[in-house]
């Protein structure tokens, strides 16, 4: 039974971003948003029209459930008849909660109320059936949607069964959070999974926090329910905790630490992930505790630590290893659960553990499952299958395999077309892999949805494909696309949107995209307009990531900072530690960034003969910061005939290259330089044309094409790329930018782009004394 830890779940706060707590006072008034008629004449369409109009105040309705005692066996029939209008209010205030019209029908029942219990549970009924539509055995299914987590426990209490344990079945929100609820059947005497979700009801109905509308707000969301699962002592949020802090450990022993206490209060996620950790990183000790920790479980029957129990006799895990008694465990378990599905569930965690093709035995029980009607079985033996053949072309699907793969059960977020689009890929049949990657994306697969939407947008605009493109990519996003995320960041810093900028970063920073981390970094580290983070966030995300491995980007940037005193206080010595270590150690980058500031006197006083052999270090290796700055360099500080065309021959040789910052430094060059011998606005023209489409460029590209333009005497051109660069300019520096750019004061760069087209509106050329 869930009965006093449900009530503590009650109290305990829902929506990060609404601050809401629910409490046993009144719930809000108000006219509700769908009828008794509605849900019991059609549910799906019912639950629409509740998200498209009901608000996050839905959760307060909560509140009415404590104060009429509700339970899994009952409600207390005096503070019903006390707390009568606060239950009608609530129904009205959340109308498709299970737990809530389960609550008004005992309440109902308690009291004499013969003609509302009947109501109530029609309405009951119907939303049950409902949810009961959305359920399947297959674990690639969408979970059952739910308001709140105590409705899935509703919904097994008013169907006959009986709750054993839960988990989340991820350790992350992926548009979905699925809880898996463990349910004994006792008609069946089995025990299923059910899986259902709160987060994406929950992402619906909260518009009003600052990232409403953006992937992040699904975490918010996510972790607010799984606090409240904490202050109510529920072992499903130590679990997932204990995995999040496991995932963020470096060593084995810390990993397994991280798990231990949680899988002894029972967390699935954590036994899993410490079986993992035993049999893939081994160390002297890790198992201890394992069997002791899980046993007590075992022995009620329940059916994954059994799973769990079996594995760790066969592979010897914190035990002597006995296949005799690990058979026993598994043969149990598959015995207890519905359709033999823990042979898929002993698989699966195989899998995580081991290459190549599963052992024979494990296969047989998993055609023996699959007999028994056991879905995902199937789906495993294929799954091997195709890990079996490799990139062997002439591997096969059959007609049965490509039907089961198709089935929308198999499809919730579009893993089964996923599947099979790689298949015609591998065999090299191209139409077949475009139209079940357009299903998979359709499904929800966020990969395919991502490659779809770019597809679109840049082969389809501007056109009708264009509008589906940019749907498809925010859902792509916010199915936990890291592109995705990162490519509508992109556009969204190109329109100097920078609240949206940090909204589609956000969550893929919080997943590790390493990328993310610096571009969200970046917008805080140069404050720009509207965005929460501040610079000292900025500060704190380039220390934690200059401690990781592979760091130097990171040092980098915190060079930057203490140069400039950004964020920090000026400390020279500092930045210069930074670099050397990195320059030392042989990262190019660091090398020519130190060089370049041993050159340039940023470091201290000049030092010419160090900066020369950091930079000459980082072009032996072809680096192509190295070719930009020196050229800068040797063109404007050493600033001779002789450094000048010598400057030239760099960022000529960088445009063999494909550098695109020295190709358009040589561009510039050519096209506004004093100096006869390098003024060449033909040459110019052509190393600009080298870089794109004017449509692709960025503002100083723009600046240089139309300063090229204007100096071969086409000004009416100049005019239209420079108004174009003006556009941009004034939305720079942006994500993604290039950092010579980026430390440009921005009132004086604009003012340098209005200059130019000044320039360009009265027929004069623009020439470039001022830096000379």
């Known amino acids: 039974m869930k009965t006093c830890s449900l009530l503590a779940l009650l109290r305990a706060p829902l929506l990060v971003a609404a601050l ?42 909560y509140g009415a459930l404590l104060a009429v005692g509700y339970g899994p066996l009952g409600v207390d029939a005096l503070a019903c008849r006390e707390h009568r209008e606060q239950l009608d209010a609530a129904v009205r205030l959340a109308p498709v909660s299970i737990a809530l019209r389960r609550a008004a029908m005992m309440c109902a029942e308690a009291t004499g109320q013969e003609e509302v219990a009947e109501a109530e549970l029609a309405v009951l009924a119907s939303l049950s059936r409902h949810a009961w539509s959305q359920a399947s055995e297959v ?26 344990y839960d988990y989340y079945a991820a350790y992350q929100v992926e548009r979905y959070l699925p809880m898996v609820v463990a349910a004994w059947d006792p008609e069946l005497d089995k025990e299923k999974l059910l899986s259902f979700d709160f987060v994406d009801a929950g992402y619906r109905l909260d518009r009003d926090s600052p990232f409403s509308g953006f992937p992040i707000q699904r975490n918010a969301i996510a972790d607010a329910f799984i606090e409240g699962q904490a202050q109510a002592g529920e072992s499903i949020a130590a679990d997932i905790r204990a995995v999040r802090a496991a995932r963020l450990a470096v060593s084995a022993e810390d990993k397994a630490t991280a798990v231990r206490d949680a899988a002894a209060q029972g967390g699935i996620l954590s036994g899993a992930t410490w079986l993992v950790i035993c049999q893939t990183r081994p160390f002297e000790g890790c198992g201890d505790g394992f069997v002791d920790a899980w046993l007590p479980y075992a022995e009620q029957k329940h059916v994954l630590p059994m799973v769990m129990l079996a594995y760790a006799y066969e592979h010897g895990l914190g035990v002597e290893a006995d296949d005799a008694v690990g058979r026993q465990l598994l043969d149990a378990a598959v ?10 569930e002993y698989a699966q965690l195989w899998r995580a553990t081991h290459e190549g ?21 199937r789906g495993v033996l294929i799954a091997d299958r195709v890990l079996e053949a490799g990139e062997e072309k002439a591997f096969v699907l059959s007609p049965g395999d490509i039907e089961y793969l198709s089935e929308p059960a198999f499809n919730g977020s579009g893993t089964g077309f996923s599947l099979i689009a790689d298949y015609h890929g591998r065999r090299g049949e191209e139409q077949q892999r475009l139209d079940m990657q357009r299903r998979a994306a359709s499904a929800g697969n966020p990969e395919h949805q991502f490659q779809l939407a770019l597809t679109l947008i840049e082969q389809d605009a501007p056109g009708p494909g264009e509008a589906e493109g940019w749907a498809l990519m925010a859902s792509a996003a916010h199915g936990g696309s890291g592109s995705a995320q990162r490519y509508l960041a992109y556009e969204s810093s190109r329109n100097g949107r920078w609240p949206e900028v940090e909204g589609w970063l956000l969550d893929a920073a919080q997943r590790g995209n390493v990328e993310a981390i610096f571009d969200l970094a970046s917008l805080y580290e140069w404050e720009y307009p509207g965005v929460v983070g501040t610079v000292d966030r900025a500060v704190a995300a380039y220390t934690a990531m200059a401690a990781e491995e592979g760091g130097a980007e990171a040092r980098r940037r915190l060079a930057g900072m203490a140069i400039a005193g950004r964020g920090m206080e000026k400390n020279l010595g500092d930045a210069k530690a930074w670099l050397l270590a990195d320059a030392e150690k042989g990262d190019h980058e660091s090398q020519a960034l130190l060089g370049s500031m041993l050159l340039r006197g940023e470091l201290g006083s000049v030092d010419e003969a160090e900066g020369l052999r950091w930079m000459k270090l980082a072009l032996a290796a072809s680096n192509p910061s190295a070719y930009v700055d020196y050229g800068a360099w040797l063109y404007y500080f050493k600033n001779t005939a002789e450094s000048r065309l010598e400057a030239i021959g760099v960022w000529e040789e960088a445009r063999t290259k494909d550098i695109p910052l020295a190709t358009n430094n040589l561009a510039w060059a050519r096209c506004t330089s004093p100096d006869a011998a390098i003024f060449d606005p033909a040459r110019g023209m052509e190393a600009a044309a080298s870089m794109g489409t004017a449509e692709h460029m960025g503002a100083a590209q723009l600046d240089t094409l139309a300063a090229c333009h204007a100096a071969a005497g086409e000004f009416e051109r100049a005019r239209e790329l420079q108004t174009q660069a003006i556009e941009l300019v004034a939305l720079y520096p942006q994500i993604g930018g290039d950092e010579e750019e980026a430390t440009v004061d921005p009132a004086a760069n604009l003012a340098g782009y209005q200059g130019r087209l000044a320039l360009y509106v009265s027929g004069k050329h623009y020439v470039e004394t001022e830096r000379f």
């Open 20 to 61: 809401a707590t629910i409490t046993s006072g009144p719930a809000l008034a108000g006219a509700a948003v769908v009828t008794n008629d509605q849900l019991v004449a059609d549910p799906a369409s019912a639950w629409n029209a509740f998200l498209e109009n009901a608000g996050a105040e839905a959760y307060d309705a």
């Open 139 to 164: 674990g690639n299914a969408r979970p059952i949607r739910v308001l709140h987590a105590i409705d899935a426990y509703a919904l097994l209490h008013a169907s006959g069964l009986e709750f054993r």
């Open 357 to 377: 093709r599963l052992p024979d035995a494990l296969r047989q029980r998993l055609v023996d499952a699959e007999r028994a009607g056991e879905s995902n079985a």
């Open 335 to 344: 015995d207890l659960s519905y359709h033999g599905h823990a042979a898929v």
